[in-house]
């Protein structure tokens, strides 16, 4: 992998060495029962093209660097790519995103698992961005969860930092969240929270809360963080006036949220609104790699 595109995955905060181990997978499958026949008998080894990744709808950008991982994996040189729209930006139908001049061969080959990263990753991105934009004017950010398609977890959270989210935790060790089940195996709250701090005094710690009286016994615990799970927005409010006692204190709402009423949940006063949706039930953001005649 070339310099620039390293510095470029490090400031993106994404992984190489994880990055080039999905693209490969991605195009072992194409490759799974041999070469791409088709352009080995229809297009001369030395043809060269130029194409455009294009954007066929409205949306915002994610996967820009994975694409220049998969035609550097191919061997498609990059000298040959300009990248016209970066990740973050918005696109309207018609917009070009990549222009990709060189040996037709690779480019073809690379096309689909570049498409796929970026419809994929697009997607997340507008999903989000869609509710960024709903929190315009409030003091709240949405955030993604650990719902995410298997092995692409680095990627679709980025992907949510493109449309403007910010991140949960990304596994399981680098965050608590103390949810209904540990503190049915602790005993309660109070026990659950001195036994994650016990084990690791200084990692971020959240609970989740049902109910307001549980949001009381949390902030006894000396809580800071608290997950509002599935309550109503008269029980977000009242959660929000609760914890306005104990200065600190950052409430996030979860749990059937909709799009629709967000501004609402985040004019309550939460910080954060959890949606998992934004990595699992997204739509893939339209585009497509198309040569120029």
């Not at 080894?45 to 950008?61: E, H, L, M, N, Y």
């Not at 026990?191 to 990692?203: E, G, H, T």
């Not at 609402?264 to 939460?270: L, P």
Request: charged share 20%.
């Amino acid at each position: 992998m070339n310099r620039n595109l390293l510095e470029t995955l490090n400031r993106a905060d994404i992984e190489p060495l994880e990055l080039q181990r999905l693209v490969d997978l991605a195009l072992a499958e194409d490759l799974r029962f041999g070469p791409d026949v088709t352009s080995d008998a229809t297009i001369p080894s030395d043809q060269v093209a130029v194409g455009d990744v294009t954007a066929r709808a409205r949306g915002v950008v994610s996967g820009v660097p994975v694409a220049l991982v998969v035609l550097e994996t191919v061997g498609f040189p990059l000298s040959g790519v300009t990248v016209v729209r970066n990740d973050g930006d918005s696109v309207e139908p018609g917009s070009v995103v990549l222009e990709i001049a060189g040996p037709l061969r690779p480019m073809l080959l690379a096309e689909r698992t570049l498409l796929n990263f970026m419809t994929h990753l697009s997607g997340i991105a507008t999903a989000t961005n869609a509710w960024a934009r709903a929190l315009e004017g409030t003091n709240c950010k949405v955030r993604d969860t650990r719902k995410t398609t298997p092995g692409l977890r680095q990627l679709e959270k980025y992907a949510v930092r493109c449309g403007g989210g910010t991140n949960h935790r990304m596994g399981l060790g680098d965050a608590a969240l103390i949810k209904d089940n540990h503190i049915a195996a602790a005993g309660g709250i109070v026990q659950a929270v001195a036994a994650v701090r016990s084990a690791d005094p200084d990692i971020e710690l959240e609970v989740e809360c049902d109910t307001l009286e549980q949001v009381r016994e949390a902030l006894s615990a000396h809580c800071s963080l608290i997950l509002l799970d599935n309550m109503d927005l008269n029980e977000i409010k009242s959660a929000v006036n609760i914890a306005r006692e104990s200065p600190g204190v950052r409430l996030e709402a979860s749990g059937g949220m909709e799009l629709a009423g967000a501004g609402a949940v985040a004019r309550t006063g939460v910080n954060f609104i959890a949606v998992g949706a934004l990595t699992h039930s997204f739509s893939a953001l339209d585009l497509g790699l198309d040569l120029r005649s």
